[in-house]
């Protein structure tokens, strides 16, 4: 049987460096929307997870805006290939982190790689390390169904991806103990859901 994640995570492993430099030009626009709406409910100095931070590209910045953030990712070649200092890695399902140890969560097209039927558990644990009252700013890919698809830069290599709807996602937000409090959409080579969220 195919393990997906395992799987995914081996091409990460062997793309890393080309991701990482691919992914290191000027900020996208929504990332620094979403920036700039985590300096607005949080004070500098907050603690904030970027969880499957990849390169740790955006760790990066999430630090230049005064923020304490670690990044934790699953693959150890990403978490190598850009040298940013203080990641982690870990697997999303079950961080390594005490409960209630973190201000916010930036979670960018990391979920997407997740085995639907754990989802509602990945994001109860996000519940769990968020302080009551924390900011969680995800994306995922929308859609339906799950799907192989080959990397355009490494034809050799595949990456598993599952997508969501948004009345189905934002419904696992809330049954994990999350008000939804902002959504948005994004076209690029896939569709994109951009979400908000509060923990109760």
């Known amino acids: 049987m195919i393990d997906n994640v395992r799987e995914t995570q081996a091409a990460y492993d062997a793309i890393a460096s080309e991701y990482a430099r691919r992914w290191a030009g000027p900020d996208q626009q929504w990332v620094t929307a979403e920036l700039e709406h985590l300096s607005a409910v949080l004070p500098s100095g907050a603690r904030v997870a970027d969880v499957g931070?990849?390169?740790?590209?955006?760790?990066r910045l999430l630090r230049e805006r005064g923020f304490r953030a670690v990044g934790f990712d699953l693959t150890l070649g990403m978490l190598a290939s850009h040298g940013v200092p203080g990641v982690v890695q870990a697997d999303?399902?079950?961080?390594?982190?005490?409960t209630e140890s973190f201000d916010a969560m930036w979670c960018a097209a990391a979920l997407l790689h997740v085995p639907r039927p754990d989802v509602p558990d990945a994001l109860a644990e996000f519940t769990?390390?968020?302080?009551?009252?924390?900011?969680?700013?995800?994306?995922?890919?929308?859609?339906?169904?799950?799907?192989?698809?080959?990397?355009?830069?490494?034809?050799?290599?595949?990456?598993?991806?599952?997508?969501?709807?948004l009345e189905t996602f934002t419904g696992h937000l809330r049954a994990a103990g999350f008000e939804v409090t902002g959504r948005a959409r994004r076209s690029t080579h896939r569709e994109w859901l951009h979400i908000r969220a509060r923990r109760i």
């Open 53 to 59: 931070c990849g390169p740790g590209h955006h760790t």
């Open 92 to 98: 999303m399902r079950a961080l390594p982190v005490a």
């Open 128 to 165: 769990r390390v968020l302080r009551p009252g924390g900011h969680l700013l995800t994306s995922v890919a929308e859609g339906d169904g799950e799907l192989w698809e080959p990397v355009s830069y490494a034809s050799s290599r595949r990456r598993w991806y599952v997508l969501h709807r």
